[in-house]
């Protein structure tokens, strides 16, 4: 049976992965709608993080997380019609390096606007850890998970009963015979990039709050790729599976690797373990295989 | 290059590949080889000789990366890990074995180039994206393993101590030897390249990055293409990497994180994808980046009232840095290169250019 130590690092990790799930959504989000690969999903996180935790020192707690919202949308809209929507039909590397160059830009801009000094920002929880059993839970690492799991609840209807997410899914299809369908298909890209920022947002104010705000936030984004690559690009299912799997499998190498070989392994497990994925299931786990015409 | 060539009209596929398209091609680089190792080594300062010897270590880093991910069209986000490959391999051999130098670098490069081979195998099954997150893995595994395996990075600080090379005896340690010593390099990376680009292989690559089904189709093995095109840039970038440690002095992990992957894609974006000239560019463009924001911080600094903050150099940086790339991106995606050649294409005429 498992001991009390091994669950310990199983609940962490779940309750981390769903989190790292929230943003994995945001960047499954937009590679759904219009097959951007966004490399600045960490840097969404970390502006997200920084608006709600400058707003907090003057407004109360849910008002900056809203305004951390509003910020990062705007932002996207602007970010898809000024920079994305030139680069369409162009090549992968294009919009990656694109992505990049917006990740190093928010990067400087972010650190120029609000310094460099590692801001706290405080979540209105209780401080003192739950008790399940002999599993420790921390209350900020279980509110991140409820959150998370609430939005992947609403975008999965979303999704699949309303007209803009038939809209949206169609667009993902295949764009142009949804546009050929009378579907305005810039108009949904527009809208997958305003969702993305509500959950790079939103993803902000929860690790922000566990992690303090500073530039170290962005670090965040680079578990993404892990966590997409395991579940697929296009899923949103995958996208839950993806971060529960490097959730606990960070949680239970820095658990028992570390002491072997001298700490660190947390943060190159997950990727040896999405090679030895993508090897054996080249498209992740939920992925489907492109169709190539010549 | 910097000449015109109106009036020429290529009838064979040989003239069209010739390295010097024309006699004047050949003056032209004469030319350049005299400003190279003549006037600007006398007229430069110390500290511009310094900005040089960073440009040509730039030059050869993005070379390498510029055949993996310009013609063979395999995005390597694994830059600065493959450079810290070939930097301890040559730092290792240079220390443990006293090796010299022209033994130490391109051992360096050997074993950057198995390594390279070694991630381009999953090459065989994904491609895309997927192939460039598997590189953006080997490079967080290979800072992770010379950090953690002491047997590498020789203890806790993970640093190695270079000796300095040894030309003929005189050991290479002034901002001017070095200016002549990595010139070398350059030259050797730049002419193998050039060549690499007009043979078979090269061609192969193109084909691949361009379309790898019809490529498979008309007889290239899209594999093995990728492979040795995984192993030549592997093979230069880790020559980079030792130069790099040797101008240093030292072989330290922190030198080749992931900013540096980043620089170096952002190099062969801004000066041209699938260009030799474009990576010359390029390099010499991200490399002076850092010193022109300096500089100009402090020019226009004065006009604001109390002064600019000094600290906000790196942040300023990165907001060109990355303003530019997408500024590039958006507007002149073929880089530096093509703009160039739009300036020869428009003299190609000129005063007649109608």
């Known amino acids: 049976m498992l001991d009390a130590f091994t669950l310990i690092l199983i609940a962490n990790g779940l309750l981390v992965g769903m989190m790292y799930a929230l943003i994995a959504l945001g960047f499954v989000l937009v590679y759904k709608a219009t097959e951007a690969f966004n490399f600045a999903q960490g840097e969404f996180v970390m502006t997200g993080g920084f608006i709600a935790a400058a707003a907090a020192t003057v407004l109360p707690f849910w008002v900056a997380t809203l305004l951390a919202i509003a910020g990062l949308v705007a932002f996207c809209f602007g970010l898809e019609r000024l920079v994305l929507r030139p680069l369409l039909g162009r090549p992968i590397i294009a919009v990656i390096m694109a992505t990049i160059g917006v990740a190093s830009l928010l990067r400087g801009v972010v650190v120029l606007l609000f310094g460099s000094g590692t801001r706290a920002l405080t979540m209105p929880v209780q401080q003192t850890p739950i008790f399940l059993g ?48 009378g579907i305005d298909v810039r108009r949904y890209f527009a809208i997958a990039w305003a969702l993305t920022g509500v959950v790079s947002a939103l993803g902000g104010v929860i690790w922000g709050a566990l992690l303090g705000v500073d530039n170290q936030l962005a670090v965040v984004g680079l578990k993404v790729f892990p966590v997409v690559i395991l579940g697929g690009f296009e899923s949103v299912a995958g996208a839950i599976v993806g971060g529960l799997v490097v959730g606990v499998v960070e949680s239970l190498s820095s658990g028992y690797v570390d002491p072997l070989v001298g700490g660190g392994t947390k943060d190159f497990m997950p990727y040896v373990l999405m090679i030895a994925v993508l090897m054996v299931r080249p498209y992740g786990i939920f992925g489907k295989a492109p169709v190539q015409r010549v | 290059m910097i000449f015109r060539e109106a009036g020429t009209f290529k009838t064979s596929y040989a003239a069209d590949m010739a390295l010097y398209p024309l006699p004047v091609s050949r003056w032209a680089l004469a030319g350049i080889f005299a400003v190279l190792l003549l006037v600007l080594p006398l007229l430069a300062s110390p500290y511009a000789l310094t900005v040089c010897d960073l440009i040509l270590v730039a030059v050869v880093g993005a070379i390498g990366l510029n055949i993996l991910t310009g013609f063979a069209g395999q995005i390597s986000i694994g830059q600065g890990g493959f450079m810290a490959v070939g930097a301890y391999t040559a730092a290792k051999l240079a220390t443990v074995w006293s090796m010299p130098f022209w033994l130490a670098i391109p051992a360096g490069g050997l074993m950057t180039a198995l390594v390279g081979v070694f991630v381009g195998i999953p090459s065989l099954r994904i491609k895309g994206l997927y192939l460039a997150i598997a590189t953006l893995a080997a490079q967080f595994i290979i800072e992770w393993v010379i950090n953690h395996v002491t047997w590498i990075s020789g203890g806790i600080q993970a640093t190695i101590q270079m000796p300095p090379p040894r030309v003929f005896g005189v050991p290479i340690q002034s901002q001017l030897q070095f200016y002549f010593f990595l010139l070398g390099f350059a030259v050797l990376a730049t002419v193998a390249a050039k060549n690499f680009a007009r043979s078979r292989l090269g061609r192969a690559c193109v084909a691949v990055r361009d379309q790898d089904i019809a490529a498979e189709i008309i007889g290239i093995d899209i594999f093995r293409t990728k492979l040795i095109a995984f192993a030549i840039s592997s093979f230069i970038v880790g020559v980079a990497g030792a130069l790099y440690s040797y101008y240093l002095g030292i072989a330290n992990y922190e030198q080749f994180g992931l900013d540096v992957s980043v620089d170096y894609l952002a190099m062969i974006i801004i000066g041209g994808m699938g260009s030799v000239n474009g990576s010359i560019l390029g390099a010499a463009f991200i490399t002076l980046l850092p010193v022109v924001t300096r500089r100009g911080l402090a020019a226009i600094g004065p006009i604001f009232a109390g002064g600019f903050d000094i600290d906000g150099v790196p942040e300023v940086r990165l907001c060109l840095f990355g303003g530019l790339i997408i500024l590039f991106l958006v507007a002149e995606p073929e880089g530096l290169d093509r703009l160039w050649r739009n300036v020869r294409t428009y003299f190609r005429t000129w005063p007649f250019s109608y």
Not at chain 1, 169 to 174: E, F, K, Q
């Open chain 1, 134 to 181: 002999p599993i420790m839970l921390p209350p900020i690492d279980i509110v991140g998970a409820v959150v998370s799991l609430v939005f992947f609840g609403i975008f999965s209807w979303m999704f699949l009963h309303t007209r803009m997410g038939l809209a949206m899914r169609a667009v993902a299809d295949n764009q142009q015979i949804a546009s050929a369908m």
